[in-house]
């Protein structure tokens, strides 16, 4: 898939696992996304587990590569994961260097991944940061939920059924009535203070501003049902 400015190549994870450039390029774009770790004064790192193993343990990757130098600028990785109420699309991470944002590339990389995947029925992320999740909700289409949505009872049952499969969500403490989880990774918990501004401050999404707050330790779970409208 390409633009005037990015071309998107897709590689089956577990295979870009191997391959010393790729997981490179994995390991630079996030360390370069997210700022300081102002405990350490170090890039953030995907936390305890190393880039390789994280492709290992997933299922895609997409690669925004800049045509101009053919230099890696942006990711998406993911996997699916089947469920009683149908084929779920999990992201595990998408990250975009700061100079190349605002041009659309975040949307191409959801939207490339959801395209290899055409027949999912749900769509789900947990991240601290609201712009992320209005990027994926926008590329996605359907109906989202975050945050104090109240959730139907079969999206519930969904995540219930697929959380031994995802690490967002394996062994995380899972708040159902905001849909939130309590991770041991949050950059907001280190100090670090961030100020999510959405593209369009005039019209944030109603579940923006309990996502621009979350408590310490807390992730919000995204979850768009792309069998219902938005």
Known sequence: MTDSNYRFDHHQAPQAAESSSLVTAVAHIFSHSF?????????????PKTTRERLQGTNDLIIGVEHSNSSAVGYIYGRTVGSPHGLVIWIDSLAVLPEHRRKGLDTKLVSSLILAHASCGWVGCATPNPVAALVITRATGGHPYAGACSPPARLVEMIESVRGQIPDLSGAEFNATRLLVRTSFNPTSTGDSKNWSPPHPSEPPPWWSSLAHLPSEHEALLVIDRHASG
């Not at 700022?35 to 936390?47: C, D, V």
């Open 35 to 47: 700022g300081t770790n102002p405990k350490t004064g170090q890039p953030y790192r995907l936390g």
